[in-house]
């Protein structure tokens, strides 16, 4: 069982914007802004696409961006494309993890 | 270019051990944490260990500890990963990732290697 929760899939229209979730508890996601998003295609390895809750790598797309309300951390894409469609997981900071470091279960994108 | 080039994955059987290495390139290996995280088939990221820039700071989930050992040779540009008593669940593409800089700001797990597959059976 993975220490932040997301929900195991999302599907969305080409062109649409969607929002994932990842919930967490004051001890990892609602107490530090250590919260970061990472795309993964078939495959392939992980791809970072927001850092520090908000921040983007260069060369990521504007379309990926990131926020924060409470112990839920979100990622949020507009303008939904086909290669899109991918598992998305959300990591943060944890005071509790032998690691300091937790991962989300991940969720799975569709793009219809 | 930052470049993560993961090797020693392969078939053992349960009980055996394998040792993982992961050849950094394009950076100054000596200043950045790097991490282990393996990914069973159909399964999501499962974080299991870290080293810090020198080799003196170790962590691990409880689910390998006392059976993985990660380690570096910062001479070499090479991170390890030492697995013993190997069963069945630890069956899963291993992946190396480039952690935070040493004494400056950076992004966790910010490069990946493409991953190695470790089959238990």
């Known amino acids: 069982q993975s220490a932040l929760t997301q929900p195991a899939s999302v599907s969305g229209s080409l062109g649409q914007s969607i929002t994932l979730s990842c919930t967490g508890t004051n001890t990892d996601v609602g107490g530090y802004n250590y919260v970061s998003w990472f795309q993964q295609h078939p495959g392939r390895a992980p791809k970072v696409l927001i850092y520090d809750v908000t921040d983007r790598p260069s060369g990521v797309s504007h379309r990926f961006s990131g926020s924060k309300s409470g112990n839920t951390a979100f990622l949020t894409i507009s303008g939904l494309q086909a290669e899109d469609e991918a598992d998305y997981y959300c990591?943060?900071?944890?005071?509790?993890?032998?690691?300091?470091?937790?991962f989300g279960g991940g969720t799975r994108l569709t793009v219809l | 270019e930052v470049q993560l080039v993961e090797s020693g994955g392969g078939l053992v059987q349960p009980g055996g051990s394998l040792k993982l290495s992961c050849a950094a390139s394009g950076f100054t290996f000596s200043a950045y944490a790097m991490h282990w995280v393996r990914q069973a088939p159909g399964k999501g990221l499962d974080y299991i260990s870290a080293i810090g820039s020198t080799g003196g700071d170790t962590y691990y989930a409880n689910s390998v500890k006392g059976r993985f050992t990660i380690s570096r040779d910062n001479s070499k540009n090479t991170l390890f990963l030492q697995m013993d008593g190997l069963r069945p669940e630890d069956m899963a593409v291993y992946y190396c990732?480039?952690?935070?800089?040493?004494?400056?700001?950076?992004?966790?797990?910010?490069?990946w290697g493409q991953g190695i597959l470790v089959t238990v059976s």
């Open positions: 990732a480039r952690g935070f800089p040493n004494m400056a700001r950076g992004i966790n797990f910010d490069y």
């Open positions: 990591s943060s900071y944890s005071t509790t993890s032998t690691l300091d470091w937790v």
